[in-house]
C-alpha cells in the first residue's frame, strides 16, 4: 500500500536534502541564500518574523497537528482482531468477521509496509455482507509475527495456507493488494486446495525485469528503512495530511492511520521490500488455472499500468479499471470498495461459491 506515500517523499527527500545545503552555507556565510543563487529580501533570524513562525509553517507543510490538538487513535470499525497460533509456526494476528452457514470466505493480504486494517478499513463493511473477511498482518507488518528468521514471501503464503486449515474455512478468495499480490499467488501455487480465486489489486506479476526497477526498488527499501527508524516522521504526516486533503470524512481517524501506519519491525520491512523485487513468477504463473481478476490501478506511480496488464494476460483475468495511484484504497476509498466487492463477486461466481442470484439479491457494486 504505498503508491503516493512512496513517491510524495521522493520529491521531499530532494527538497529536505537542499534546505540542508542552504543551511549548511548560512553557517559559513553568515546569511541566507536561496536554491537559485540570489539572496532574499528579509534574512532569516529577523526582528520582524514573529518568533516561532517557521516551525509552525514546518509543521502546516508536513500535515503535523499542533501541541494539544492531538487526539486518541480511535479506530473506524473494524472487524474484531484476535491472535491465532498456527501450530508449528508461531503466533499472527487477524480480523475475522466470524464463520456463517453457506458463506465463503475471502482472506485479505495487504500491501508492503502497512497492515490489513490500514489497507481494507474501507471495504471491510462491503465485503462482509456477502462473504466471511479475514485479514492476516504479514510479517513483521503491523501486529504481525514477530520471528528473528529472514522474511519472505514464501513464509508469509504458508502462514496464509497454515490459517485457511487451522479454521477450517475450506479454499478462499485470495485477494493481494500490492506485496499481497505476490504473496496470494505464492499461496495460489503452493497450497492449491485452499484457493479458490485470486484478486489481484495494484500488483504484478515479477518486480525485477529491468535495472531500473531493481535499482528503484532497493532505493524504496532504504527510504523506507530511514522513515522507520524515524529519520522521516515529517513523511508520514505529509502523506496522512494529502491522504484528508482528498478524501474528508476519513480525518477523524487521522490520529488512527498515523499510529497505524508507523506498526511494524524496520529489518522485516525492509527484507519484505527486498523479497519482492527479487519475486518474479513467470516461471510458474501458467500452472495456476484458477479464476482471476486483476484491479488495475490506472494512475499508478509504483507498479505501473502496463506491468498489471502483463499479470491480468499471464492469468487469463479480467481487468476491472480504477482511476487512481497506488494509494487508491486510502485516498478513493468509495471507488476501491466498490471496485473490490465487484471483483470478489466475480471470482466468487466463476468459482461455483455463490450463485448470480444471491448477488442480485444482495445489490449489485456501483
Given at each position: 500500500m504505498s503508491g503516493d506515500r512512496l513517491s510524495g517523499p521522493a520529491a521531499s527527500v530532494q527538497q529536505v536534502r537542499a534546505s540542508k545545503r542552504v543551511s549548511g552555507r548560512d553557517r559559513r556565510l553568515g546569511r541566507?541564500?536561496?536554491?537559485?543563487?540570489?539572496?532574499?529580501?528579509?534574512?532569516?533570524?529577523q526582528r520582524q518574523r514573529r518568533p516561532g513562525a517557521g516551525l509552525q509553517t514546518l509543521?502546516?507543510?508536513?500535515?503535523k497537528p499542533e501541541p494539544g490538538e492531538i487526539a486518541p487513535p480511535l479506530p473506524p470499525p473494524l472487524p474484531p482482531g484476535r491472535i491465532v497460533l498456527l501450530p508449528g509456526r508461531g503466533e499472527v494476528f487477524v480480523r475475522d468477521t466470524g464463520p456463517r452457514p453457506g458463506v465463503p470466505t475471502v482472506l485479505l493480504l495487504h500491501g508492503w509496509t502497512a497492515s490489513a486494517a490500514l489497507n481494507f478499513f474501507l471495504c471491510y463493511a462491503e465485503l462482509a455482507q456477502r462473504y466471511r473477511v479475514l485479514a492476516i498482518d504479514h510479517r513483521g507488518h503491523g501486529r504481525g509475527m514477530r520471528s528473528l528468521e529472514r522474511f519472505t514471501l514464501e513464509d508469509c503464503a504458508d502462514d496464509a495456507a497454515a490459517l485457511l486449515h487451522e479454521l477450517g474455512t475450506g479454499p478462499a478468495i485470495a485477494l493481494g493488494y500490492s506485496l499481497g499480490g505476490p504473496v496470494s499467488m505464492l499461496l495460489?501455487?503452493?497450497?492449491?486446495?485452499?484457493?479458490?480465486?485470486?484478486?489481484?489489486?495494484?500488483?504484478?506479476?515479477?518486480?525485477?525485469?529491468?535495472?531500473?526497477?531493481?535499482?528503484?526498488?532497493?532505493?524504496?527499501?532504504?527510504?523506507?528503512?530511514g522513515l522507520r527508524?524515524?529519520?522521516?516522521?515529517?513523511?508520514?504526516?505529509?502523506?496522512?495530511a494529502q491522504a484528508v486533503r482528498q478524501q474528508?470524512?476519513?480525518?477523524?481517524?487521522?490520529?488512527?492511520?498515523?499510529?497505524?501506519?508507523?506498526?511494524g519491525l524496520t529489518r522485516q520491512l525492509v527484507d519484505s521490500g527486498r523479497a519482492l523485487s527479487e519475486y518474479d513468477a513467470r516461471p510458474w504463473v501458467s500452472q495456476l488455472s484458477m479464476p482471476?481478476?486483476?484491479?488495475?490501478?490506472?494512475?499508478?506511480?509504483?507498479?505501473?499500468?502496463?506491468?498489471?496488464?502483463?499479470?491480468?494476460?499471464?492469468?487469463?483475468?479480467?481487468v476491472i479499471e480504477m482511476t487512481g495511484d497506488h494509494d487508491i484504497c486510502l485516498i478513493h476509498g468509495e471507488q476501491y470498495s466498490a471496485a473490490t466487492r465487484a471483483a470478489v463477486d466475480n471470482v466468487a461466481q466463476r468459482a461455483g461459491l455463490i450463485t448470480p442470484a444471491r448477488v442480485s439479491g444482495l445489490g449489485s457494486a456501483s
Open positions: 541566507r541564500v536561496t536554491k537559485s543563487g540570489h539572496e532574499p529580501t528579509r534574512r532569516f533570524g509543521r502546516q507543510s508536513f500535515g495460489a501455487h503452493r497450497h492449491p486446495e485452499v484457493v479458490a480465486g485470486l484478486v489481484q489489486q495494484a500488483t504484478a506479476l515479477e518486480w525485477r525485469a529491468s535495472r531500473y526497477e531493481r535499482v528503484v526498488w532497493k532505493w524504496l527499501t532504504l527510504m523506507e528503512a527508524l524515524g529519520t522521516g516522521e515529517g513523511f508520514v504526516d505529509r502523506a496522512m474528508p470524512e476519513i480525518a477523524q481517524w487521522r490520529p488512527w492511520l498515523d499510529a497505524e501506519f508507523r506498526r482471476a481478476v486483476v484491479c488495475l490501478t490506472t494512475r499508478d506511480k509504483l507498479v505501473r499500468p502496463t506491468k498489471q496488464r502483463q499479470l491480468a494476460e499471464a492469468l487469463g483475468a479480467e
